[in-house]
């Protein structure tokens, strides 16, 4: 059984940049949950997605995008990036969106200066 | 606004001790709810699920629910080195994903 990865593991950019990061998920879940943690902080939940299709967002702006792949990877894009989205980006897989077995990923931290 | 509210700590406890650590939630609906263990640097891990009314052991844990008091919270018995952690708590009402709080820091001191 391979668990969630995530890639790359640190990025820095610099604000206004464009970033995309990467998830694949566990084997045999095909649901994706994307999660903001700020230093200090608990995860916020940026959004889902289950067979491809969004299912459920969070309180981000549409300059927080993503995807779902056929194989149930998933990408998280962020655009025009501001300094507070310097944050650890994790994600999640589960069967059918359940979250009693949802198993994190090793997160991405990315650095916006 | 579903709100899950932890003291931030951090919760300083001897070696051997018992910590205890808590949680509110706002969402009366709120069905399952979770403890998960984060070290500095690292993803969250699932350590403790309750659903119902009561106390529920695992190990050194002790996870225990009062849905009327709106109110879930975490007992680590014998406490080691290795606890020193932030646990952060979940909850989850059913049509939306897990609300987290801002977790507590726990410090074992040997």
């Known amino acids: 059984e391979t668990g969630v990865t995530q890639s790359p593991t640190h990025l820095i950019k610099t604000r206004g940049q464009q970033v995309t990061l990467r998830c694949s998920s566990q084997s045999g879940h095909n649901t994706v949950s994307w999660y903001q943690q700020a230093l200090g902080q608990g995860p916020q939940f940026i959004f889902q997605?289950?067979?491809?299709?969004?299912?459920g967002r969070g309180n981000f702006p549409p300059r927080f995008s993503g995807l779902q792949f056929p194989n149930y990877s998933s990408e998280l894009n962020v655009n025009a990036l501001e300094l507070d989205d310097s944050a650890l980006y994790l994600c999640?897989?589960?069967?059918?969106?359940?979250?009693?077995?949802?198993?994190f990923g090793p997160g991405t931290r990315l650095t916006v200066l | 606004q579903k709100e899950v509210e932890q003291n931030s700590g951090p919760l300083s406890v001897p070696e051997g001790a018992i910590a205890s650590l808590n949680c509110t939630y706002s969402?009366?609906?709120?069905?399952?709810f979770f403890w998960y263990r984060q070290y500095s640097g690292k993803s969250p891990e699932l350590i403790m699920s309750i659903y119902s009314n009561g106390d529920k052991e695992d190990g050194r844990f002790t996870a225990q629910l009062n849905k009327a008091s709106q109110y879930v919270s975490l007992l680590i018995r014998d406490s080691q080195p290795s606890d020193s952690a932030t646990y952060l708590c979940?909850?989850?009402?059913?049509?939306?994903?897990?609300?987290f709080g801002k977790g507590t820091r726990l410090s074992v001191i040997a």
């Open positions: 999640a897989s589960s069967w059918d969106g359940g979250v009693d077995e949802q198993f």
């Open positions: 979940a909850v989850d009402s059913g049509n939306t994903p897990l609300v």
């Open positions: 969402d009366r609906v709120s069905q399952s």
């Open positions: 997605y289950y067979r491809e299709e969004e299912n």
